[in-house]
Structure formats: structure tokens, C-alpha cells
């Protein structure tokens, strides 16, 4: 548990957002060195995680790789002569993401976009 004396009394260590008053922390974070530490000493839903995380994206300066929908899970892995895209719907929707190379689970040329199935998955093979 994060304790709020904890948050407040170690260098560097700051209080972000407290669960109710009188609890104890709910988010802090601590910056060591050049980086942060962040700790979330709860399990919120995705609506209340999303401000955090934006906030520690930002402070990080990290921007997404691909614009898709929220709920499609990206993954890159890089080969020794061709990147992997791996897409994963998680919404049950579909979408449209974009990619330009091979998709791999149908041998279907991609090009601008690739359609992600309802709960599924698409592989899209990029060339280097």
C-alpha cells in the first residue's frame, strides 16, 4: 500500500490524485535520475485510467506509432528483413488501420490500410 506519509516525505516523491480524503494515495509517482516512477496503488476502470496514462505519455513524450481505435491493440515486432504488424480487436467491432505490405493470415496485399475483423486479428508483414 502507498502510504500518504510515504508520498510526502521521500525526496522526489509526490502525491498525484488521492482515492477520498483520509485514504491513502491512489496514483504517486517519483522521479529518479532523468526518469519517473509511476505507481497506482489501485485498479481503476478504463475511462478513470485513460487520465493518467495520457498525463504520463505526455511527460514521457510518447506518441502512438499508429492512429487506430481505442480497444485495437498494436504490436510491432521487427524482423531481420521485415517488420511484423500484429493487430487485435478487442471491441468486437472491426476496424480499419492503417498498414502497407502483406497480411499474413489471408496473403492479402495491404496497401493505406488493413481491415482488422470483428474480435479479430490481422498480421500485416511491412518491408523495410
Do not use: L
Given at each position: 500500500m502507498v502510504g500518504t506519509r510515504t508520498a510526502h516525505r521521500r525526496a522526489g516523491r509526490r502525491l498525484v490524485r488521492r482515492r477520498s480524503p483520509g485514504r491513502p494515495p491512489a496514483v504517486t509517482r517519483h522521479r529518479i535520475g532523468s526518469g519517473t516512477a509511476w505507481y497506482l496503488g489501485t485498479h481503476p476502470d478504463q475511462d478513470t485510467l485513460a487520465a493518467p496514462l495520457h498525463r504520463i505519455r505526455q511527460e514521457a513524450d510518447v506518441t502512438p506509432e499508429h492512429q487506430v481505435p481505442a480497444d485495437i491493440e498494436v504490436v510491432r515486432r521487427r524482423g531481420a528483413d521485415a517488420d511484423y504488424l500484429f493487430l487485435i480487436d478487442?471491441?468486437?467491432k472491426g476496424a480499419e488501420a492503417p498498414a502497407e505490405g502483406v497480411e499474413l493470415l489471408?496473403?492479402?496485399p495491404v496497401t493505406g490500410s488493413?481491415?482488422?475483423?470483428?474480435?479479430g486479428v490481422a498480421v500485416v508483414r511491412e518491408p523495410r
Open positions: 478487442h471491441t468486437g489471408t496473403a492479402t488493413v481491415t482488422v475483423p470483428p474480435g
